[in-house]
C-alpha cells in the first residue's frame, strides 16, 4: 500500500466512519467532490515526452459524473455568478479530488500530477494559500513533490501577482509551472518568473524561427515545455535547442489511467 493515510481515509469514507458532504466513493472506487447541485469526477491526460514517448505525469481535469453533468464547463461558474469564497471552493475541491483519484493508484516517485490554478483565484486567495492545500495532501500523506501547480497566463500588469502567488506555493513546497498563450510570450515569463515549466497554449501559426527563439532559451534555464499540439517546426525548434518538450495528450479516466 502505498500511501497508508490515503487509503485509510478512503475506507473511513466508505464506511461512513468519515461522513462527508462533499465527497463520496462511486462504485467503481472513483472519488466525485460535489458543489453546485453536480458531482464532479476526474480525468486525466496523459504527458508524454517528445520524441521518446515516455510518459512522465497526468494533468488533472474535473468532469461531470452524472450523465446531465457530463461536458459540462464548471469553471463558467467563476466568470459571473460565484464569489471569491466560492471560487476557492470549487478550484480547492478538484484539486483535492484530482490527487485523491490520482495517487490512490499511484506508485510512489512515478509520475508528476500537473494540476491547474484558476486564474480567478490569483487575486482571491489569501497571503498563505499554498499552506492550506500542503496541509490537505500532508493529512492525507501525498507527496507534495510529485505535485506540480500550473498558474494562468496573466497580462504584464500583473506579473507582481503571479510572482508572489509562486513564491508562496513554491515555500510551501509545491513545483511550480505557468501557462503563456503562445510561445512569443515564453521568453518574457521566464525573464521574470521562477517557474519549472511553461505550458504553450497555442502553437497555431509559430515559425521553426520563433519557436526555436523560444525553446533555446527554455533550454538554457533548465525549464520543460508543455504542449497539447505536435507540430514539424514544433520537433524541428526542440532539435534544434535541446529543450525537454512534453506533449498531453487527451483524456483518460480515472479507472483507465493506469490500465493503459
Avoid at 174 to 203: C, D, M, N, Y
Avoid at 217 to 239: G, I, M, P, S
Wanted: glycine share 8%; hydrophobic share 45%.
Amino acid at each position: 500500500m502505498s500511501y497508508p493515510a490515503l487509503h485509510a481515509y478512503l475506507a473511513r469514507l466508505a464506511t461512513g466512519e468519515t461522513p462527508s458532504s462533499s465527497l463520496r466513493i462511486g462504485g467503481d472506487g472513483e472519488v466525485h467532490g460535489h458543489i453546485f447541485n453536480c458531482w464532479l469526477g476526474s480525468a486525466f491526460h496523459p504527458i508524454r515526452e517528445l520524441g521518446s514517448g515516455l510518459v512522465t505525469g497526468f494533468a488533472g481535469r474535473v468532469r461531470g459524473v452524472a450523465d446531465e453533468d457530463r461536458g459540462l464547463p464548471v469553471w463558467s461558474y467563476l466568470d459571473g455568478a460565484a464569489s471569491d469564497d466560492e471560487s476557492i471552493a470549487l478550484d480547492r475541491l478538484c484539486r483535492t479530488l484530482h490527487a485523491i483519484n490520482f495517487f490512490r493508484n499511484e506508485e510512489p516517485d512515478k509520475h508528476t500530477l500537473h494540476l491547474n490554478v484558476h486564474d480567478r483565484l490569483l487575486s482571491a486567495v489569501s497571503s498563505n494559500h499554498g499552506m492550506a492545500f500542503r496541509r490537505i495532501l500532508d493529512s492525507l500523506g501525498l507527496p507534495l513533490k510529485q505535485v506540480m501547480l500550473q498558474l494562468p497566463a496573466v497580462n504584464a500588469r500583473q506579473n507582481w501577482m503571479l510572482n508572489y502567488v509562486a513564491d508562496n506555493y513554491r515555500r510551501n513546497g509545491f513545483r511550480i509551472s505557468v501557462k503563456v498563450a503562445t510561445a512569443s510570450q515564453l521568453p518574457t515569463v521566464l525573464g521574470h518568473a521562477h517557474v519549472e515549466a511553461v505550458r504553450i497554449a497555442s502553437l497555431q501559426g509559430a515559425t521553426v524561427a520563433e519557436l526555436t527563439h523560444a525553446l533555446a532559451q527554455a533550454a538554457a534555464q533548465e525549464v520543460k515545455v508543455l504542449v497539447k499540439e505536435d507540430t514539424q517546426a514544433l520537433r524541428e525548434a526542440a532539435t534544434r535547442t535541446g529543450a525537454l518538450v512534453l506533449l498531453q495528450e487527451s483524456a483518460r479516466s480515472a479507472q483507465q489511467r493506469l490500465a493503459a
